[in-house]
Nanobody
């Protein structure tokens, strides 16, 4: 099965940008739904963005216009470009190609 590994998290100031990457040992060609989720301590895990096809995407209202999801099936990699970051975006972000979860990467937005 797909074993995703997230990277690209870190510390950034409000208004800054980060790009998260999710690499898989499996193939994304057979996965129709690839999603980015986030879960802050004490909160439920929520969908941030998803790529359902090569051209179709889904975004949470809280990140629309700021985040962009994309994937490169040939490289078995999905990306989440995060712009205009806010302190509210601080949390652990998880990648989920199909039904397999990654271990997460920490994003901290603070001045």
């Amino acid at each position: 099965q797909v074993q995703p590994v997230e990277s690209g998290g870190g510390l950034v100031q409000p208004g800054g940008s980060l790009r998260l990457s999710c690499a898989s040992s499996g193939s994304f060609f057979s996965i129709s739904f690839v999603g980015w989720y986030r879960q802050a301590p004490g909160k439920q895990r929520e969908l941030v963005a998803a790529s359902t096809t090569s051209t179709s995407t889904i975004y949470a209202d809280s990140v629309k216009g700021r985040f962009t999801i994309s994937r490169d099936n040939a490289k078995n990699t999905v990306y989440l470009k995060m712009n205009s970051l806010k302190t509210e975006d601080t949390t652990v972000y998880y990648c989920r190609p199909g039904a397999t979860w990654g271990l997460g990467t920490q994003v901290t937005v603070s001045s």
